[in-house]
T-cell receptor, first 115, second 112 residues
Framework: DAGVIQSPRHEVTEMGQEVTLRCKPI?????LFWYRQTMMRGLELLIY????????DSGMPEDRFSAKMPNASFSTLKIQPSEPRDSAVYFC?????????????FGPGTRLTVL | GQQLNQSPQSMFIQEGEDVSMNCTSS?????WLWYKQDPGEGPVLLIA?????ELTSNGRLTAQFGITRKDSFLNISASIPSDVGIYFC????????????FGPGTRLSVLP
């Protein structure tokens, strides 16, 4: 399997612009997670989906962030409008989720820089 | 809420040395996970622990689930250059669901 695929790998944008990050989970995995990693706050869970349905979005920082999963093989994380403090590495991960400790497989991440 | 602390924050060791790091929490965890993140990549699961007192090995790595259920330890024996990276502990934020909390990480550097 190709693993979790994320695009783009790097994104540089200006403050106020809309940013869309994309993720393709591992085929057959029922759970999809979006994380954000910064030096200050470490690795934080933003939102996760089960069978395309958002289960817990309590980690989403504010209304500027939104995530969708229109089908089992694709998810997006959108930031509109973007701000410099959104600069971070955003990871997507997926798991089988048969039990809550199932391994989460992480993608390579998208490094976002907002100028 | 449940938070995880890791020590040391960073360490520099000579190739061939053994490494020890730990993870602590003020709350009880029923599962401990150890991940490694290579530069420019996402974290990869190394070891999962499910029971207090459990000792599990994965090659040169050994992890233990503390008896108090509030801590866990990871040891690496005979370190090699490819051990360089950030090691994270993690656990389920609540005892159901898929919401995990990650520690701040221990950054390991291995000198040749």
């Amino acid at each position: 399997d190709a693993g979790v695929i994320q695009s783009p790998r790097h994104e540089v944008t200006e403050m106020g612009q809309e940013v869309t990050l994309r993720c393709k989970p591992i085929s057959g995995h029922d759970y999809l997670f979006w994380y954000r990693q910064t030096m200050m706050r470490g690795l934080e869970l933003l939102i996760y989906f089960n069978n395309n349905v958002p289960i817990d979005d309590s980690g989403m920082p504010e209304d500027r962030f939104s995530a969708k999963m229109p089908n089992a093989s694709f998810s997006t994380l959108k930031i509109q409008p973007s701000e410099p403090r959104d600069s971070a590495v955003y990871f997507c991960a997926s798991s089988l989720g048969r039990r809550y400790t199932d391994t989460q497989y992480f993608g390579p991440g998208t490094r976002l820089t907002v100028l | 809420g449940q938070q995880l602390n890791q020590s040391p924050q960073s360490m520099f060791i000579q190739e061939g040395e053994d490494v020890s790091m730990n993870c602590t929490s003020s709350s009880i965890f029923n599962t401990w996970l150890w991940y490694k993140q290579d530069p420019g990549e996402g974290p990869v699961l190394l070891i999962a622990l499910y029971k207090a007192g459990e000792l599990t090995s994965n090659g040169r790595l050994t992890a233990q689930f503390g008896i108090t259920r509030k801590d866990s330890f990871l040891n690496i024996s005979a370190s090699i250059p490819s051990d360089v990276g950030i090691y994270f502990c993690a656990g389920p934020l609540i005892n159901y669901g898929q919401n995990f909390v990650f520690g701040p990480g221990t950054r390991l550097s291995v000198l040749p």
